[in-house]
């Protein structure tokens, strides 16, 4: 199983909502990842996970909160989002972080924030 | 920081032509490339890799090739088919600093039949 599974696919919300994305793997990965894709633009990292502790954050607004709660989950909480945070989520997750190769993405969660 | 330039921006071939797509660094500690596929919906696949000790490599019709003097790797898709349109990004991973992708800003490759 090399896949990353993201749920939801798709998700709208307002301002003044909260949400979760959800990221899960198992092929015993132990980095996992939070990627932001503008449309037409590359990803841009905002968290890392290193065997369940947060290892990066990209300077990332308070309003986005990530979670790991174990080895194979990986959630994104989101609350009081601005509509310039509309964009696809990607997950993503390796071997490890001090092993340098693939990172397998997930097919994103897509969000608008109205 | 890392900093990966890439070029062209879009590309349009016809079937069975060669495809071209070169990207730049600017950090000389960096020692992984990666090539990355996105098709429409989906995310990112990885189709080929270079680690900084190799200076070609070749998986069918797609290879990489890198200079690490001039700081520049190239990926080569040959025969093109429809099926490789897509969204084509490059990436460096800076020395020591496993899973954090520097990406390129992507290239939009169109192959017509």
């Not at chain 2, 070169?22 to 000389?28: I, N």
Request: aromatic content about 10%; some cysteine.
């Amino acid at each position: 199983d090399t896949e990353v599974t993201q749920t939801p696919k798709h998700l709208v919300m307002g301002m003044t909502n909260k949400k979760s994305l959800k990221c899960e793997q198992h092929m015993g990965h132990r980095a996992m990842y939070w990627y932001k894709q503008k449309a037409k633009k590359p990803p841009e990292l905002m968290f890392v996970y290193s065997y369940e502790k947060l290892s990066i954050n990209e300077s990332v607004p308070s309003r986005f909160s990530p979670e790991c709660p174990n080895s194979s989950l990986l959630n994104l909480h989101l609350h009081a989002l601005q509509p310039e945070d509309s964009a696809l989520y990607l997950c993503a997750s390796s071997q490890d972080v001090t092993y340098t190769g693939e990172l397998f993405f997930g097919e994103g969660s897509r969000l608008t924030v109205l | 920081g890392e900093n990966v330039e890439q070029h062209p921006s879009t590309l349009s071939v016809q079937e069975g032509d060669s495809a071209v797509i070169k990207c730049t660094y600017s950090d000389s500690a960096s020692n992984y490339f990666p090539w990355y596929k996105q098709e429409l919906g989906k995310g990112p696949q990885l189709i080929i890799d270079i680690r900084s000790n190799v200076g070609e490599k070749k998986d069918q019709r797609i290879a990489v090739t890198l200079n690490k003097t001039a700081k520049h790797f190239s990926l080569h898709i040959t025969e093109t088919q429809p099926e490789d349109s897509a969204v084509y990004f490059c990436a460096a991973t800076p020395y020591n600093q496993g899973g954090k992708l520097i990406f390129g800003q992507g290239t939009e490759l169109s192959v017509k039949p």
